[in-house]
């Protein structure tokens, strides 16, 4: 069980990717591998967060450290998914207009729990019947997840369940920030895996589970 530290260091490595001396793949992934290492899977990129799956529990999540992200700007703390879902918040009631949060990574990178996590932090910074709205909107997602998951993962060279779709996930606010509803839409379906796979692949859950 890792905890997150306060402060960061030259023990750790660099935090943001853009103060590396040089700039190329073998001092990015040394950097990282140092970071992973050391119990930091969350660096920047700018402002982008680079998150590497621990395949563990880690105690970085808790109300006091959604207390040390809140309010603050996105370089006052280590690198973690919270500033940036604070940041998008924040920019969202300030300027009155839409934000987005855009989450990549192969299959298995950890894409949903990112999204749960940010659902989480921006339950725990809106009012009661705010967090009952986003709590709705998680479950939504979990629960469709595995019918989404027979119909669009599969088998693929590289992974062995491997999403073959996308989500979009909108959750709406009101004027005071408040989380008041919200809806998931699926895209990038790869019907062709339906009916041809390259070789060493399966197709579809839902084609092995008729099965």
Same mark, same amino acid.
């Given at each position: 069980?890792?905890?997150?530290? /306060? @402060? ?8 943001? $990717? ?9 001092? $990015?992934?040394?950097? %990282?591998? %140092? ?24 105690? #970085?999540?808790?109300?006091?450290? #959604?207390?040390?992200y809140k309010?603050? /700007? #996105?370089?006052?703390?280590?690198? @973690? ?9 924040? =920019? ?6 839409? =934000? ?7 299959? !298995? +990178? !950890?894409? =949903?729990?990112? +999204? ?30 595995? #019918?989404?998951? +027979?119909? !669009?993962?599969?088998? =693929? ?7 073959? $779709?996308?989500?979009?996930?909108d959750i709406? $606010? ?8 919200? @809806? ?15 070789? !060493? ?7 092995? /589970?008729?099965?």
């Amino acid at each position: 069980m890792a905890e997150l530290s /306060e @402060h960061e260091g030259p023990e750790y490595g660099k935090g943001d $990717f853009v103060l590396l001396d040089v700039v190329d793949m073998e001092n $990015f992934m040394a950097n %990282l591998k %140092l970071r992973f290492q050391k119990g930091k899977i969350y660096s920047y990129i700018g402002e982008v967060c680079v998150s590497v799956n621990p395949y563990q529990t880690l105690k #970085i999540y808790g109300d006091d450290i #959604i207390n040390r992200y809140k309010g603050r /700007e #996105i370089y006052e703390r280590p690198p @973690h998914v919270f500033a940036i879902a604070d940041a998008a918040y924040k =920019t969202m009631k300030r300027r009155a207009k839409d =934000t987005c949060i855009v989450i990549s990574g192969e299959s !298995g +990178s !950890g894409k =949903t729990e990112a +999204s749960k996590i940010i659902m989480r932090y921006i339950a725990a910074v809106t009012n009661v019947s705010g967090r009952q709205e986003i709590e709705r909107v998680k479950n939504i997602l979990l629960r469709s997840n595995n #019918i989404l998951e +027979s119909f !669009g993962n599969a088998k =693929t060279n590289r992974n062995d369940n491997s999403s073959r $779709f996308g989500k979009y996930m909108d959750i709406n $606010f009101d004027f005071k920030g408040d989380p008041i509803g919200g @809806h998931i839409n699926n895209y990038l379906l790869e019907k062709s895996r339906v009916i041809r796979q390259q070789s !060493g692949e399966i197709g579809r859950a839902s084609c092995r /589970e008729r099965v």
